[in-house]
């Protein structure tokens, strides 16, 4: 696998450096958090590892960071840096230290700078049925305005990252929107705020070997995205709105980006205390060093993305050909923007022909939401402006919108502000498949709507593993494995895990139940330990009975688990549905609580003694013929 680092054509090393990262020093094992002590370089033989961080943006000033936040190690801390040579015996050294190292930490990550590229482009040609800014009355902007002149609002300010080619922060249309560090004083060639970055004003630049306080626009892209939000902020101004501010950071080097320099990027508009941070590029292959920093910056930062403007899926179970999955809009903690276009009438498709699209709604390779990405007018440096056409512009927008949403509702958590920016969008048909039979539908955005939307809860399942019961818990997961089917006389251990979709729950309860295929009660299985109470569950988060993990990170079962038995003399071959019936409140203000219930099952196999045999026949619990799952969300009260 290293071998394709080793190449140097024509004495020219397409990788320069390699990015590795080593397991924690001590493993998080059953809820345990400990350390890790990779913060300083370190050798191994003829390899010497640099740390990761070019910079040292330090100074964390995001309002939603806590505590608890505080006391965790940096992501960064995991990860080292290799400078391959250029020398190909060196590098040949290099390289064989690594694979001697990888067999010592077999779970070591290695992988190269990902190169991520822009998602815009410049409208060649007229577009029929557009109008100049047909975008605003698309996502009701007008109506957004008027609804939020009428009522009292946030008064946090609030500030956008834009992560992309730099900003031409002199444009007279971007000059009153730029965000201005206050702790950091303007030609003095001194970090005033100590963060690591000389003079950086309006932003920062991480392209590159060169980080420094200059995010001036070369090529034009980010200009024209940071457009579009000014647009936007411009209409609201006189709502009564606090101010949303727009902060440059640059991380192209030669029109292009690469995953180590977005991570420091996005990093670095954390450390500043941005709410929402916009990246209107992507590439086609996942970067773990990227998803470590956009998966911590997801605790305190709302992120959005392009989907891409290939026209493909980002899966094959839509049966199409050509497939793309389109980083880090396809992160399941990043809400993914595919291009919208204008629609003649209902039974036209919203979805722009270029724009990449989502196969499988609800799964980890998400694009969330559609947005205007055809023929929209903005800004370009040198105070010019064009129309361009892609995901790029389509993405800004829905920034906009959940920077507006975030000022508007301050006491919400950015999970409840992503949802209700979904649930407020209305479904609307988008593409229909090569089959010309399938037609999918996504949400459109509509800014009024998801301003006024309150989010429904809506609970799925996650996992439901059984276990033979014990009071003394296994070491690992091969002690006492998980079992695929049921047995007669036995006793098993349930452990649970619910995935929280929407809004936040107060308290819940859960209680387990056994049926047969046709929903009756079943005869043959028996819970003892039936029903427990939970506490309450934050918007987009994963909750259970205390999962227990071994060494490995492999469920080995449950603080407090569910348990049922399985009456002995069984005959026959039997389906058994495990079903959890969960009742719980939520809040929602100004919305009065509700009480909602969902139910989640899965089904398995019960084999028991047959007259031909006298004893078990064989049998398998397969994900997709042996397991069902289903989500039964009731949207009305419980009288």
């Given at each position: 696998?290293?071998?394709?680092y080793l190449d140097c054509p024509e004495g020219?090393?397409?990788?320069?450096?390699?990015?590795?990262?080593?397991?924690?020093?001590?493993?998080?094992?059953?809820?345990?958090?400990?350390?890790?002590?990779?913060?300083?370089?370190?050798?191994?033989?003829?390899?010497?590892?640099?740390?990761?961080?070019?910079?040292?943006?330090?100074?964390?000033?995001?309002?939603?960071?806590?505590?608890?936040?505080?006391?965790?190690?940096?992501?960064?801390?995991?990860?080292?840096?290799?400078?391959?040579?250029?020398?190909?015996?060196?590098?040949?050294?290099?390289?064989?230290?690594?694979?001697?190292?990888?067999?010592?930490?077999?779970?070591?990550?290695?992988?190269?700078?990902?190169?991520?590229?822009?998602?815009?482009?410049?409208?060649?040609?007229?577009?029929?049925?557009?109008?100049?800014?047909?975008?605003?009355?698309?996502?009701?902007?007008?109506?957004?305005?008027d609804w939020l002149a009428s009522k009292s609002?946030?008064?946090?300010?609030?500030?956008?990252?834009?992560?992309?080619?730099?900003?031409?922060?002199?444009?007279?249309?971007?000059?009153?929107?730029?965000?201005?560090?206050?702790?950091?004083?303007?030609?003095?060639?001194?970090?005033?705020?100590?963060?690591?970055?000389?003079?950086?004003?309006?932003?920062?630049?991480?392209?590159?070997?060169?980080?420094?306080?200059?995010?001036?626009?070369?090529?034009?892209?980010?200009?024209?995205?940071?457009?579009?939000?000014?647009?936007?902020?411009?209409?609201?101004?006189?709502?009564?709105?606090?101010?949303?501010?727009?902060?440059?950071?640059?991380?192209?080097?030669?029109?292009?980006?690469?995953?180590?320099?977005?991570?420091?990027?996005?990093?670095?508009?954390?450390?500043?205390?941005?709410?929402?941070?916009?990246?209107?590029?992507?590439?086609?292959?996942?970067?773990?060093?990227?998803?470590?920093?956009?998966?911590?910056?997801?605790?305190?930062?709302?992120?959005?993305?392009?989907?891409?403007?290939?026209?493909?899926?980002?899966?094959?179970?839509?049966?199409?050909?050509?497939?793309?999955?389109?980083?880090?809009?396809?992160?399941?903690?990043?809400?993914?923007?595919?291009?919208?276009?204008?629609?003649?009438?209902?039974?036209?498709?919203?979805?722009?022909?270029?724009?990449?699209?989502?196969?499988?709604?609800?799964?980890?390779?998400?694009?969330?939401?559609?947005?205007?990405?055809?023929?929209?007018?903005?800004?370009?440096?040198?105070?010019?402006?064009?129309?361009?056409?892609?995901?790029?512009?389509?993405?800004?927008?829905?920034?906009?919108?959940?920077?507006?949403?975030?000022?508007?509702?301050?006491?919400?958590?950015?999970?409840?502000?992503?949802?209700?920016?979904?649930?407020?969008?209305?479904?609307?048909?988008?593409?229909?498949?090569?089959?010309?039979?399938?037609?999918?539908?996504?949400?459109?955005?509509?800014?009024?709507?998801?301003?006024?939307?309150?989010?429904?809860?809506?609970?799925?399942?996650?996992?439901?593993?059984?276990?033979?019961?014990?009071?003394?818990?296994?070491?690992?997961?091969?002690?006492?494995?998980?079992?695929?089917?049921?047995?007669?006389?036995?006793?098993?251990?349930?452990?649970?895990?619910?995935?929280?979709?929407?809004?936040?729950?107060?308290?819940?309860?859960?209680?387990?139940?056994?049926?047969?295929?046709?929903?009756?009660?079943?005869?043959?299985?028996?819970?003892?330990?039936?029903?427990?109470?939970?506490?309450?569950?934050?918007?987009?988060?994963?909750?259970?009975?205390?999962?227990?993990?071994?060494?490995?990170?492999?469920?080995?079962?449950?603080?407090?688990?569910?348990?049922?038995?399985?009456?002995?003399?069984?005959?026959?071959?039997?389906?058994?549905?495990?079903?959890?019936?969960?009742?719980?409140?939520?809040?929602?203000?100004?919305?009065?609580?509700?009480?909602?219930?969902?139910?989640?099952?899965?089904?398995?196999?019960?084999?028991?003694?047959?007259?031909?045999?006298?004893?078990?026949?064989g049998g398998s619990w397969g994900f997709g013929?042996?397991?069902?799952?289903?989500?039964?969300?009731?949207?009305?009260?419980?009288?």
């Amino acid at each position: 696998m290293l071998q394709q680092y080793l190449d140097c054509p024509e004495g020219v090393c397409p990788q320069q450096q390699l990015l590795i990262k080593q397991a924690r020093a001590h493993s998080q094992v059953a809820g345990v958090q400990t350390e890790n002590s990779n913060t300083a370089a370190q050798s191994y033989g003829t390899l010497a590892l640099k740390p990761y961080r070019q910079s040292s943006v330090t100074q964390l000033q995001s309002t939603s960071l806590s505590a608890g936040d505080g006391a965790e190690p940096h992501w960064s801390q995991a990860w080292s840096r290799l400078e391959l040579s250029s020398n190909p015996i060196e590098r040949q050294a290099q390289l064989q230290a690594l694979a001697e190292l990888r067999r010592q930490q077999p779970d070591l990550v290695v992988e190269a700078p990902q190169p991520r590229y822009l998602t815009g482009f410049q409208n060649q040609t007229e577009i029929p049925h557009t109008e100049p800014g047909w975008q605003w009355s698309a996502i009701d902007l007008l109506g957004a305005r008027d609804w939020l002149a009428s009522k009292s609002n946030g008064t946090r300010p609030i500030v956008v990252a834009v992560i992309d080619s730099g900003i031409d922060y002199t444009h007279p249309d971007l000059q009153p929107f730029m965000w201005r560090n206050p702790a950091e004083i303007e030609g003095d060639g001194i970090d005033n705020d100590g963060n690591g970055i000389i003079d950086d004003i309006h932003g920062a630049s991480f392209g590159g070997s060169e980080h420094h306080g200059e995010p001036m626009d070369t090529d034009g892209h980010g200009t024209h995205v940071a457009g579009i939000l000014a647009q936007m902020l411009a209409e609201l101004k006189d709502t009564g709105i606090a101010d949303i501010r727009i902060m440059a950071i640059k991380a192209t080097s030669d029109k292009l980006l690469y995953s180590n320099d977005i991570a420091e990027a996005v990093d670095y508009a954390v450390s500043m205390g941005v709410d929402v941070i916009n990246m209107s590029f992507g590439g086609s292959v996942p970067s773990q060093l990227e998803q470590d920093a956009i998966s911590s910056a997801f605790k305190r930062s709302l992120l959005v993305a392009s989907a891409g403007n290939s026209g493909k899926p980002n899966s094959s179970d839509c049966q199409t050909q050509a497939t793309t999955r389109f980083y880090p809009a396809a992160y399941p903690y990043v809400v993914g923007v595919m291009a919208s276009q204008p629609q003649l009438d209902e039974a036209s498709p919203a979805m722009a022909a270029f724009s990449n699209w989502d196969c499988v709604p609800g799964d980890e390779l998400e694009y969330e939401i559609m947005a205007p990405g055809l023929g929209i007018y903005s800004t370009l440096p040198n105070n010019q402006y064009a129309s361009w056409n892609g995901t790029s512009m389509a993405s800004p927008i829905v920034a906009a919108t959940l920077a507006v949403m975030n000022q508007d509702n301050p006491g919400e958590s950015h999970r409840e502000l992503t949802l209700r920016l979904l649930e407020g969008s209305p479904m609307t048909y988008a593409h229909t498949l090569s089959d010309g039979e399938v037609q999918l539908s996504y949400p459109k955005l509509d800014l009024l709507k998801a301003l006024q939307q309150a989010p429904v809860p809506l609970l799925s399942l996650s996992q439901l593993l059984v276990y033979p019961s014990t009071d003394n818990l296994p070491g690992s997961a091969a002690a006492n494995p998980k079992v695929s089917q049921l047995s007669p006389g036995q006793s098993y251990d349930l452990a649970l895990e619910l995935h929280n979709y929407k809004q936040a729950g107060i308290e819940l309860s859960v209680q387990m139940l056994a049926t047969d295929a046709n929903g009756n009660t079943s005869e043959y299985v028996k819970f003892s330990r039936d029903t427990q109470q939970w506490p309450a569950a934050e918007p987009s988060a994963l909750l259970s009975n205390g999962l227990l993990l071994d060494a490995s990170e492999q469920v080995i079962g449950a603080e407090q688990p569910f348990r049922f038995e399985v009456a002995e003399g069984v005959e026959g071959t039997h389906t058994v549905k495990l079903i959890a019936d969960v009742v719980f409140e939520y809040r929602f203000d100004p919305q009065p609580r509700g009480q909602y219930r969902a139910r989640v099952e899965r089904s398995m196999t019960l084999v028991g003694e047959t007259p031909e045999t006298g004893g078990s026949s064989g049998g398998s619990w397969g994900f997709g013929a042996l397991i069902g799952l289903l989500i039964a969300a009731w949207r009305r009260k419980l009288a």
